[in-house]
């Protein structure tokens, strides 16, 4: 089925966030391929959620913390946009895929913090790095940062110190792809009810109660709050958004 219409790959679509911003991004008009690590039942689940709304979809698996693994995904993603697209090209990448550390800075080991980079920052980068020649020029990458970029939350020093860094790569990317008319902006979600950090924020009563006192609008987040701010970057309308760290957190701790 080869077509015209704009493609969007979120990493880790198959829950909780990335499943939100698949949906909206498809009810925006755009084909979707996302992968899962794991959990190819959940990713089928949203392949035919996106199909029954008239969009084209598909999930691939990657496993973002095995760098060496990419070129094989590539190839397959390659083959993917070749029988699915008209010119084999996507329009935007969504990098979301990733798993939570608690840890205070006094009991981290140096296992954990490498596993976070791998996940959060080397896969960024190298995948960024390997789609780039693939994307349509006019298209964008979204990478997903964390409200704990901005606010500190003993425990979250390398994960948010992770985050970081990608926002600081996202705007060295809107600064060296710019003359492609690609766009690079980071969405930082606040804390939002998935199963993020075996649930956390949505299972633990007081974590819950406590975010929700320090949010102006008075809750926690949902997936359906992120979702639909991801899939707007993903039309015209945003073309002029460009190298930004957009927060959509309720206004958590202003
Ligand atoms: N939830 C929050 O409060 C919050 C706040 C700020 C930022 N974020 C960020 O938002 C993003 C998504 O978080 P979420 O809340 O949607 O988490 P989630 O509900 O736990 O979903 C994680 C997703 O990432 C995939 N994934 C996990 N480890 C992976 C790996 N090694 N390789 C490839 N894919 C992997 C999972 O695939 P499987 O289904 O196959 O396991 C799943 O699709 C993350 O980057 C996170 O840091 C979350």
């Given at each position: 089925m080869s077509t015209t219409n704009k493609v969007a790959l979120i990493t880790g679509g198959s829950r909780g966030l990335g499943r939100n911003m698949a949906v909206a991004i498809a009810k925006k008009g755009i084909d979707v391929l996302i992968t899962y690590n794991t959990n190819s039942k959940a990713a089928e689940e949203v392949v035919s959620e996106i199909k029954s709304i008239g969009r084209n979809a598909a999930a691939l698996q990657l496993d973002t913390s095995r760098i060496n693994s990419f070129d094989a995904f590539v190839k397959e993603f390659t083959g993917w946009l070749q029988v699915n697209t008209?010119?084999?090209?996507?329009?935007?990448?969504?990098n979301n895929a990733g798993t939570a550390l608690y840890s205070p800075i006094k009991d981290v080991k140096e296992e954990q913090v490498d596993h976070i980079f791998d996940i959060h920052y080397k896969a960024v980068v190298f995948l960024t790095q390997k789609l780039l020649p693939l994307m349509?020029?006019?298209?964008?990458?979204?990478?997903?940062?964390?409200?704990?970029?901005?606010?500190?939350?003993?425990?979250?020093?390398?994960?948010?110190?992770?985050?970081?860094?990608?926002?600081?790569?996202?705007?060295?990317?809107?600064?060296?792809?710019?003359?492609?008319?690609?766009?690079a902006n980071v969405v930082a979600p606040g804390a939002i009810e998935t199963d993020f950090g075996n649930g956390r924020v949505r299972d633990n009563p007081d974590i819950n109660k406590h975010i929700a006192e320090i949010t102006a609008l008075g809750r926690v987040g949902l997936p359906d709050d992120i979702g639909g701010v991801v899939a707007f970057l993903c039309t015209e309308d945003a073309y002029w958004i460009n190298g930004q760290r957009i927060e959509v957190s309720g206004g958590q701790a202003l």
């Open positions: 008209a010119n084999s090209k996507l329009d935007f990448l969504i349509n020029d006019g298209g964008g990458v979204i990478n997903i940062s964390s409200g704990l970029t901005r606010i500190t939350n003993p425990g979250s020093a390398v994960y948010a110190s992770v985050k970081t860094a990608v926002e600081t790569f996202t705007r060295y990317l809107a600064k060296e792809t710019g003359d492609r008319k690609i766009r």
